[in-house]
């Protein structure tokens, strides 16, 4: 089976700093795969550049065939890669259900079938009741969830969620968790996050790639990559046995 | 679909509207010519100032040089009226393009080389003064001297070619400003009004959403142009003269944006009330001073400004959203 996304030698740097160097990797179609690493090793920037928020300065970026990297980020959008912020971005002023519904008119010209999206996703993610609230006025957990669900109603075949459980309780980062997997199970959605909460990264991926300092220090599978000695030296923490 | 979701919210606004429009329509026949005139004015005003509600409030894109589609509006209007007497609803076949491509033209130059903000906003006056010194020093259309369309004295109103008295052009507004009520409260239920909102609110994760935000912030520019443009020729047909130092003037893009900023910005009824507002302000100053006898000169407009401060102050979001919450209507007018 060919990659849904595939990195090739990508990098980015600003001024001297090299944020991302020469990161490859593939993220097979279907499944749930995890970017791990400690503060700085360049995971955002990583994800701005899959998103089409910033180019790279080299390497390539495939998306289901097409090189996507050198395309502004609406465009990645409309081609199927959604993503939510790591500091979280709705829209304000707008009603929780007018943010989802934005979402749902990419791909819908009726403003009334997007809202009906809206709302099936609003359930799905726990906040139709809070759906007339400016979103403004919504707890972190619930303001990460309705991200998630303004990115689903994009139709992406690809999420990038970044820190969706960071800020969350144990009981919310479960229910985060429940959601995504049965998102992945039933829709067969690829899911692409860069996660701190290990709890989470252990329950949902099937594969993992640790980033440090801009590079990618090794891939595989979650009981693997935590008996990794480079990983454990540079991420988990150097007094762990 | 548009019926179930009408709560009593919507029919409390729908009675709004209707008394509002039915008092709107009997004004000829309550008020004497002076008052017509002022209600003349505030529906120029509520007019201008919805079509630049489509553009800043909407879509988030701060105008601040309205004027110059106003200005080529009443120019392109009194030039093919005094020239070959082309009547001004045919002249609309030209203003509306030449309005529009003038928007494109800011437009591009701001959102293709990410001009925004502030910057945008300077961009915005800098186009209205180019208008403004351009017109200044063009002979075609009298220059500094001034453009006038004929005035005589008129058996009847003649719609077609817009020469008539007041109450002809205080039909003619108010047909225009309830369309341009209509046309924005549809555009902002449809996908390009969310698709602006979306871009108001958050540029950036407007894109990640998928909006393509430098197509549609050209949309909200060319579409806010072309509806101010009409203002334009109904000024140059109610004045008939027209001075670039006035059309195109800042302070003519001042008075458009002080309207929908005072009743409140992004709202349908906000430039409306707004208008009502600082028009209804302004006479009652007139008419309070000169009762007390006052004749210091500028102490209108002292007290003018004094009373904008405050309504600015006490009400941040502007005089419409509070008064809406206050009449049970919250989020319709929105």
Same mark, same amino acid.
């Given at each position: 089976?060919?990659?849904?996304?595939?990195?090739?030698?990508?990098?980015?740097?600003?001024?001297?700093?090299?944020?991302?160097?020469?990161?490859?990797?593939?993220?097979?179609?279907?499944?749930?795969?995890?970017?791990?690493?400690?503060?700085?090793?360049?995971?955002?920037?990583?994800?701005?550049?899959?998103?089409?928020?910033?180019?790279?300065?080299?390497?390539?970026?495939?998306?289901?065939?097409?090189?996507?990297?050198?395309?502004?980020?609406?465009?990645?959008?409309?081609?199927?890669?959604?993503?939510?912020?790591?500091?979280?971005?709705?829209?304000?002023?707008?009603?929780?259900?007018?943010?989802?519904?934005?979402?749902?008119?990419?791909?819908?010209?009726?403003?009334?079938?997007?809202?009906?999206?809206?709302?099936?996703?609003?359930?799905?993610?726990?906040?139709?009741?809070?759906?007339?609230?400016?979103?403004?006025?919504?707890?972190?957990?619930?303001?990460?969830?309705?991200?998630?669900?303004?990115?689903?109603?994009?139709?992406?075949?690809?999420?990038?969620?970044?820190?969706?459980?960071?800020?969350?309780?144990?009981?919310?980062?479960?229910?985060?968790?429940?959601?995504?997997?049965?998102?992945?199970?039933?829709?067969?959605?690829?899911?692409?996050?860069?996660?701190?909460?290990?709890?989470?990264?252990?329950?949902?991926?099937?594969?993992?790639?640790?980033?440090?300092?801009?590079?990618?220090?090794?891939?595989?599978?979650?009981?693997?990559?935590?008996?990794?000695?480079?990983?454990?030296?540079?991420?988990?923490?150097?007094?762990?046995? | 679909?548009?019926?179930?979701?009408?709560?009593?919210?919507?029919?409390?606004?729908?009675?709004?509207?209707?008394?509002?429009?039915?008092?709107?329509?009997?004004?000829?026949?309550?008020?004497?010519?002076?008052?017509?005139?002022?209600?003349?004015?505030?529906?120029?005003?509520?007019?201008?100032?919805?079509?630049?509600?489509?553009?800043?409030?909407?879509?988030?894109?701060?105008?601040?040089?309205?004027?110059?589609?106003?200005?080529?509006?009443?120019?392109?209007?009194?030039?093919?009226?005094?020239?070959?007497?082309?009547?001004?609803?045919?002249?609309?076949?030209?203003?509306?393009?030449?309005?529009?491509?003038?928007?494109?033209?800011?437009?591009?130059?701001?959102?293709?080389?990410?001009?925004?903000?502030?910057?945008?906003?300077?961009?915005?006056?800098?186009?209205?003064?180019?208008?403004?010194?351009?017109?200044?020093?063009?002979?075609?259309?009298?220059?500094?001297?001034?453009?006038?369309?004929?005035?005589?004295?008129?058996?009847?109103?003649?719609?077609?070619?817009?020469?008539?008295?007041? #109450?002809?052009?205080?039909?003619?507004?108010?047909?225009?400003?309830?369309?341009?009520?209509?046309?924005?409260?549809?555009?902002?239920?449809?996908?390009?009004?969310?698709?602006?909102?979306?871009?108001?609110?958050?540029?950036?994760?407007?894109?990640?959403?998928?909006?393509?935000?430098?197509?549609?912030?050209?949309?909200?520019?060319?579409?806010?142009?072309?509806?101010?443009?009409?203002?334009?020729?109904?000024?140059?047909?109610?004045?008939?003269?027209?001075?670039?130092?006035?059309?195109?003037?800042?302070?003519?893009?001042?008075?458009?944006?002080?309207?929908?900023?005072?009743?409140?910005?992004?709202?349908?009824?906000?430039?409306?009330?707004?208008?009502?507002?600082?028009?209804?302000?302004?006479?009652?100053?007139?008419?309070?001073?000169?009762?007390?006898?006052?004749?210091?000169?500028?102490?209108?407009?002292?007290?003018?400004?004094?009373?904008?401060?405050?309504?600015?102050?006490?009400?941040?979001?502007?005089?419409?959203?509070?008064?809406?919450?206050?009449?049970?209507? #919250?989020?319709?007018?929105?």
């Amino acid at each position: 089976m060919t990659a849904l996304l595939s990195l090739s030698a990508v990098s980015k740097r600003f001024r001297g700093l090299v944020a991302v160097d020469r990161v490859s990797f593939a993220v097979p179609r279907g499944i749930i795969f995890a970017v791990i690493g400690p503060n700085g090793a360049g995971k955002t920037t990583l994800f701005n550049m899959i998103a089409g928020a910033m180019p790279p300065d080299d390497g390539s970026i495939t998306f289901d065939g097409e090189a996507i990297d050198r395309l502004p980020a609406d465009e990645v959008c409309r081609r199927g890669i959604a993503r939510t912020f790591q500091i979280v971005r709705p829209f304000p002023a707008l009603s929780v259900e007018d943010n989802v519904t934005i979402g749902a008119l990419l791909h819908r010209r009726d403003v009334g079938a997007a809202r009906q999206r809206a709302q099936a996703l609003l359930r799905r993610l726990d906040l139709f009741d809070l759906r007339e609230r400016p979103a403004s006025t919504l707890t972190l957990p619930d303001r990460k969830r309705l991200e998630v669900a303004r990115a689903l109603a994009t139709e992406p075949q690809l999420l990038l969620l970044d820190e969706v459980m960071a800020g969350l309780r144990p009981t919310e980062t479960d229910r985060m968790v429940a959601i995504l997997q049965a998102l992945n199970l039933q829709s067969g959605l690829t899911v692409l996050l860069i996660e701190h909460v290990m709890r989470a990264v252990m329950a949902l991926a099937s594969r993992v790639l640790v980033l440090d300092h801009g590079t990618a220090v090794a891939e595989g599978a979650p009981q693997e990559i935590v008996r990794n000695p480079a990983v454990v030296q540079s991420y988990l923490g150097a007094e762990a046995p | 679909m548009m019926l179930r979701s009408l709560g009593p919210a919507s029919w409390r606004s729908g009675g709004l509207i209707a008394g509002l429009l039915a008092a709107a329509l009997a004004a000829p026949w309550l008020v004497n010519d002076y008052l017509l005139t002022v209600l003349i004015i505030i529906l120029y005003f509520a007019y201008a100032g919805q079509a630049w509600n489509i553009m800043t409030g909407f879509a988030g894109q701060l105008s601040l040089g309205h004027a110059v589609y106003v200005g080529l509006g009443a120019y392109v209007a009194a030039a093919l009226f005094t020239r070959f007497g082309i009547a001004p609803w045919i002249a609309l076949l030209a203003v509306i393009p030449v309005a529009m491509a003038c928007g494109a033209i800011i437009g591009f130059l701001a959102f293709r080389f990410g001009v925004t903000g502030v910057y945008f906003a300077i961009l915005t006056i800098a186009f209205a003064e180019f208008a403004r010194v351009g017109f200044d020093h063009w002979d075609l259309v009298n220059a500094s001297s001034g453009l006038f369309l004929p005035v005589k004295q008129y058996a009847h109103n003649d719609l077609w070619l817009l020469r008539g008295d007041p #109450t002809m052009f205080y039909y003619v507004i108010l047909a225009a400003t309830v369309l341009a009520f209509a046309l924005c409260f549809a555009l902002r239920r449809s996908r390009v009004g969310y698709f602006w909102l979306a871009i108001r609110e958050d540029e950036q994760a407007a894109r990640a959403a998928g909006v393509a935000t430098f197509r549609y912030k050209m949309y909200a520019v060319m579409a806010s142009a072309a509806v101010t443009s009409f203002a334009g020729v109904f000024y140059a047909f109610f004045y008939n003269n027209l001075f670039p130092e006035q059309v195109f003037g800042i302070s003519r893009s001042i008075e458009i944006i002080l309207g929908p900023v005072i009743g409140g910005i992004g709202t349908l009824f906000g430039p409306i009330l707004g208008a009502f507002v600082l028009t209804g302000l302004a006479e009652a100053l007139n008419a309070g001073l000169a009762a007390f006898g006052l004749d210091l000169p500028g102490a209108k407009q002292l007290l003018y400004g004094f009373c904008l401060l405050i309504v600015v102050v006490a009400l941040p979001e502007g005089v419409w959203p509070p008064l809406a919450r206050r009449l049970g209507v #919250t989020g319709v007018g929105k």
